[in-house]
């Protein structure tokens, strides 16, 4: 029993790793990513079958890719359009006088990066919502099971289900091709494939809502999918500045929570504990985007920023004022209330907590942050530096109310009550 069991484990963690190859590789021979992925599962459904008793192959891979392909070829054969099929494969692949086996041959056994970087932007096509897009993403490149996203993003599995099955549609009905977009839109279409990358990282990074204050295996497979797409596309200095911002980001992982699960905040965490391989390949990323030229991009801004951080051995070696002025950096390159936040953090830290309290004036009013917890803890805390313990609490006890996070609401009232005891202390 236990031996199934490992054998069992062992074939989802292939599949895991091999499926997003041979997902995109079937897509690009039947041009349907719906059809695609029924056509690997029908190869995972033989190996579940087979391999607990011949064993794994020594190249799983080819393996699973070998009985896909005679899946698909028998697709094409019960085609009623099989003529046109062939001669538009034959004319893809520039094939003369071959069989349909040997195009598919051919086809499968080229361009494996070129066919998980098209994979990669069709996924993240602009005609898919944000949510459809993670959720798929997630499904075909990340080898997740579709509980297992739901559970991530807690949500239930009938409604990750049916954002897959209408984004699988949506890109049929579309007609969308299997292929890198035109030279035009590559830049627009990236930004897209970074956003969605970085949205699933940040929510494991920081759950939005549930028990937990972090779910390590998204940020896991935002990093995986981060570092497969900055191998394919070496010469974009925003992918490495984006795998730069998660490698040193997910250094901290098991520094951020302590042994209950409760959250530890950057300036309280034991840097003893921060991975420093994560934090090398970090920096290594982020040199890699500066050495590309021109001036850095969002997630490189935000992976420098990080740098100073994993370089300080203690808190209080922090460059706060290198900190702020990549902030204010960030600010004028792409503007948003949430790095405004940020950055009247870093101006605290640097110049006191008056400085962080002026620049946090102009949000106080701000539509998009009424509901954003963070906005009134931030404050709580620069007002709690002051002294002015009272206002503080009031500060945390709003927080408290907007936070969804159960362990961040937590540390928000045991904030708001150290406030309290401080304010009566001083009566």
Request: aromatic residues 4%; charged residues 25%; hydrophobic residues 50%.
């Amino acid at each position: 029993m236990v031996t199934a069991a490992r054998e069992k484990l062992a074939i989802e963690a292939v599949w895991r790793i091999e499926s997003p190859a041979l997902i995109a590789g079937l897509t690009r021979i039947v041009r349907d990513v719906g059809v695609a992925e029924d056509l690997a599962q029908d190869a995972l459904v033989i190996a579940l079958e087979q391999w607990p008793e011949s064993g794994v192959p020594d190249n799983p891979g080819a393996w699973l890719m070998a009985i896909a392909k005679h899946r698909a070829i028998d697709l094409l054969r019960r085609n009623t359009r099989l003529q046109q099929k062939q001669e538009q494969l034959a004319g893809e692949l520039e094939i003369q006088g071959d069989s349909v086996e040997a195009q598919l041959e051919a086809s499968i056994e080229e361009q494996v990066g070129d066919d998980l970087l098209c994979l990669i932007f069709m996924c993240c096509h602009p005609v898919l919502s944000a949510q459809a897009q993670v959720a798929l993403t997630l499904r075909l490149l990340g080898g997740l099971k579709t509980e297992e996203i739901a559970r991530a993003f807690l949500v239930p599995e009938s409604t990750v289900a049916q954002r897959i099955v209408r984004a699988k549609r949506t890109l049929a009905e579309a007609k969308v091709p299997f292929g890198l977009p035109e030279v035009g839109e590559l830049g627009e279409r990236l930004t897209s494939v970074l956003e969605v990358l970085y949205l699933i990282f940040n929510e494991g990074y920081t759950a939005s809502g549930g028990e937990d204050w972090i779910r390590a295996e998204l940020c896991e497979e935002a990093l995986r999918l981060g570092r497969i797409l900055a191998e394919l596309m070496p010469q974009e200095p925003e992918v490495h500045g984006l795998v730069g911002l998660m490698e040193i980001q997910a250094s901290r992982l098991s520094a951020r929570v302590g042994a209950a699960g409760e959250p530890i905040l950057l300036l309280d965490q034991d840097r003893a504990r921060w991975d420093r391989l994560l934090i090398a390949r970090g920096l290594a990323a982020l040199e890699r985007a500066e050495q590309l030229g021109g001036a850095l991009g969002p997630y490189a801004l935000q992976a420098a920023i990080a740098a100073c951080h994993a370089r300080a051995a203690h808190p209080q070696d922090t460059d706060w004022v290198r900190v702020a002025a990549l902030y204010e950096a960030l600010a004028q390159l792409s503007p948003s209330p949430v790095v405004e936040l940020n950055r009247a953090v870093a101006l605290a830290s640097a110049f006191g907590p008056e400085a962080g309290l002026e620049a946090l004036e102009p949000l106080l009013d701000e539509p998009s942050l009424r509901a954003y917890h963070l906005l009134p803890s931030v404050r709580g805390d620069l007002l709690a530096r002051q002294g002015r313990f009272e206002d503080a609490q009031a500060e945390f006890q709003r927080a408290v109310s907007l936070a969804e996070n159960a362990r961040e609401r937590r540390l928000l009232l045991d904030r708001a009550a150290a406030c309290a005891w401080e304010a009566g202390r001083r009566l």
